[in-house]
């Protein structure tokens, strides 16, 4: 079926079997290689991207449910002021090890910052908990969200 | 000093860093593998599903090995295909391909196989708790005085067990192979911690049909933790057959389930151990470790793991009568390999687990009882090597007051006393050997390149691969602060066997410790030669001299000698050094555990980069706090579990509060960090469980079901 929808604030139409999941069509008939797949059951959050300025696991929706959507992946977020400010705590913090998680996390964060953004510890960890790090025990990306809030709190 | 920003950060956060899945060849094929559904039997015939045209797929088995059907390293005893026996559930049988993914996995899946099936052992702890099913490789360090056992001493015999761990990483398991039929060269590309190894690999499978195997890495590796050490070989063997085959390039990536159904694991273990107390001072007089690994089906890296496990067994603690015997148990199930430890987590959770019992048993508490049994400098650890320093002690003493141990252990009793949630707080010491074991970095001979362009850009070439432990960085600065020259300038090449010497695998905290140290002292002999100018002054006087490409072998201490047979020596040349407190609350009402706070101190000499070492840190003492309270692999009847639904990792929510930090860092060795942060939590969790019930719990994960059955 053709599908209409705007990725990363383009229009693009594609002509896809309704049921190919979100997280194919932006990797393989996008390209956008940044949005990772970690798990394909919606339990590890590497493929998390925006629809319709919402969280979601890219390998849980299908292309059905994308007619007339917004969807913002990793590569989307990076280009936007308060996307760049959030990457660049998690650079100064020395956040990232093995990084296959991260495009997701910073989806994630991002959402929080730009929808809540207090300060808050507990409210991080909870807006963080759908992302999965076997890496980092978490300390570092929480220090990074952290400094991102107080940076940028408030402007959005 | 503040830490250089990382240099794979950028790229990593913002998507642009490709992983394996994100590389892509023209008219590439999707590879797959068909692993036994059965556990033990001997197949008749192999059913394809009907609803698929097979003109469609390549197919490999057993019998289209053009080299030799056995996995070369470490101990060649795995096949890559199964030829007619089938020893586990999970045993590679043939390999697909096909040009689209979902085609190829469900085929695969369709797949049945018509099969005499054989009576299998695949109950764990039945397995372990029997000797009869020991094979391979067995160890024995016995070189104490052995004391008549004095009937006033104080006898306790107990026993630990600990589950198999998943690594989980989240990037799963994949390979690319590329054959080229006018060079003959297989060209690998992919998720791996020992590039050597693939390429020995494929050369094998590969036989006389190939020229040669050019392995490189993906730039990014999604995480590894040992479980990408040997398992890669099998993938980049079979999908190499099924690209010599099709003609085409060929892309495997395991889907997450098989992933975790498949793969290696951490192995379990049974360890056994009887001490011995004088009873009037309640030192060790006498000390018994049986260790027991469940290794699966073949040995593959099993042999190793035990090495390592037998000698951390005795733990930091002085006993001059002690006996360590380490033995394989076989079983029907996937080979077990490495997993960040190498099997020093599962002996020094039963020692340390131990230690507490016994303080619980005499009426002491756990750090006195420690204080008076820890070994000092010049006493003899089991295989006679004289204990290097006392840095243990300064590990201890500085925890205790990071964490003020004394006074929160007084505290929680009396809080205990008069709440119903309890409070708890656990004690576990570690220590953990740098690179391999024995004469383990004699054999590798590790080498290294360094080529400095005209530019001034230094460039290092090394084997081994960056997985998230930072060494594309910290490699980076080793040469860049002994060499006096930016850190923008001098890069660390993706490993690529066809431009990079073999520097070893990837593996047992050695990367820093051997390969960084070994790349240092290259860059010091560089800048003993150039003077005090600057490297592009230097260039500039000498043009002739540039491109320079230098080579550094490691040159082994020939003082450290160890003997393979009886395992008398030096075990290891340098050890790293860990004191850990963990705070729990614990609910005696729903038998829950919840970490609180951790605090730990490490002694890894010279700390290279402290954001990333403290990341490493905190990530390791994550996955070992787990292992020990939450991560459980295998249920009675159902089996191994499928997926991250089953396998439930620690998420943000999960997470304790932490303190670390290291000390003993104006040294001039920078030691092993890798490891050591899994060795310790699994016990300091279990001894705060203890603390705050007043259960000796000795098998773990700490799951409500268990403690609850425990009751």
Redesign the interface.
Known sequence: MKIAFKLNEKPVMIDVDPMRRLLDII?EDFN??????????G??G?CTVLLNGKPVTSCLVNAVQLESAEVV???GV?ETEIGQKL?AC??????????????GF?VSSYYYLIHDGEPDLEK???A???????????????EAVMMACELVGGQS | MKSPIRVDSHAKLTGITKYIDDYREDGMLEGAIFFSPVHAGKINKIIFPTAFDLTEFTLVFSGDIPGENIVPEPVSDQLFLVEQHIGYKGQPILGVAHPDRETVRSFVEGIKIEVDEFPALTATKAALDDAHNAFGREIVIDHGTHHDIDPMWIHTRSVYYTPHQEQAYLEPQGMIARFDAETRIMNIRGTMQCPYFVKSAVDQIMGSKIEGTIVQVAEGIGGAFGGKEDFPNIIAGVTALLSYRSGKPVKTILDRAVDIQVTTKRHPSRTEIESWLDPNDFTLRKLSVDYRLDAGFYQTLSPVVLARGVLHAGGCYKCDDIYVHGRLIRSNTPPNGAFRGFGAPQSLFAIESHMDDLAKKVGLNPLEFRRRNLFKSGDKMPTTQPVPENHIHDTLERLLDLSDYEAKAKDFAAYNSTHRLKKGIGLSLALHGGGYTGNGEKVLKSEIKVVIEKDATVKIYVINTEMGQGVQTTLAQCVAEELGHPLEKTIYMFPDTSKAPNSGPTVASRTIYIIGNLLRKLAREIRAEIGDTSLEEYIRQHPAEFPMERRAHFTPDESVVFDEETYKGTGYKDYSWAACAIEIAYDPDTWTVEPVKVWAVLDIGKVINHDVAIGQAIGGITQGIFWGLSEYFEKEGMGRMNGFTDYVLPTSLDAPEFVVEFIHTNSTVAKGLGEIPMDFPAAALRNAFLNASGKSINEIPLIPERIFREE
């Open positions: 990797r956008l290689t940044g949005t990772k797949e970690g798990c394909g059951e339990e590890c590497a992946t990793v590569e990076s990457i998690y650079d100064k913090t020395n956040a990232v090890q093995c990084g296959f998680c991260f495009p910073v991080i960890k909870r963080l908990s759908g992302n999965i790090c076997r890496c980092t025990g978490y300390t570092k990306i929480f």
